[in-house]
């Protein structure tokens, strides 16, 4: 069974879908095309929270929360605190961007990766319909993770509380090495 553009307009789940996916791929087009470095990370907030939203629509409301709590309000914390404690510059530095000579064969990249998974997922999903599902409860979930995942999750949890320490112990080094 085909859908043509006009079903997939008709449904509003379907409007739903875009109201959240176009400000998704814009905001993520801007963090990576930012010159500025708070705009990328503030960019890259809009451009989670999208992608939290995107999740809460397909009923995975486990990994919406995760992606909310651990991406938007731990990592990106953890960026903005790294780019005012190395006092990184904070305007617009042209020579920090990629030649063309770099740019070009990216962007040639993601477009064939983009091709391909495209192309992929049409092919995969033509002549059929996808039935909804029943979500996976939080519980069952959290159980998975904890029982077996508990140790690497600790370990991960070390792992950025010792990058937090290490940037702040390297700013404190600059201070007194110019005082």
């Known amino acids: ?31 990576v095309t930012s010159n500025h470095i708070v705009r990328a990370v503030l960019y890259l907030v809009v ?12 009923g995975a409301g ?21 780019i005012m404690i190395t006092r990184a510059p ?13 740019k070009a064969p990216a962007a040639l990249l993601s477009v064939v990766m983009f091709g391909v998974i495209a192309w992929a997922a049409i092919d995969a999903y033509t002549n059929e319909m996808i039935a909804p599902f ?3 409860s939080t519980q069952e979930l959290s159980l998975l993770m904890f029982d077996r995942f508990v140790l690497p999750f600790e370990v ?24």
């Not at 486990?62 to 790294?82: C, M, N, P, Q």
């Open 47 to 58: 451009s989670l929270g999208g992608s939290a939203a995107l999740f809460f629509m397909l």
């Open 134 to 136: 029943e979500s996976t």
């Open 156 to 179: 991960v949890s070390f792992v950025l509380l010792a990058a937090l320490i290490g940037g702040i112990a390297l700013a404190r080094q600059d201070e007194e090495a110019s005082s």
């Open 1 to 31: 069974m085909t859908v043509s553009i006009g079903d997939f307009f008709r449904e509003s789940a379907n409007w739903a879908f875009l109201v959240i996916a176009i400000p998704t791929l814009v905001a993520g087009w801007r963090t």
């Open 90 to 102: 904070l305007g617009e530095k042209e020579e920090l961007s990629h030649g063309t000579n770099v």
């Open 62 to 82: 486990f990994v919406g929360w995760t992606v909310v709590l651990v991406y938007i309000g731990a990592v990106i914390i953890l960026f903005l605190i790294g």
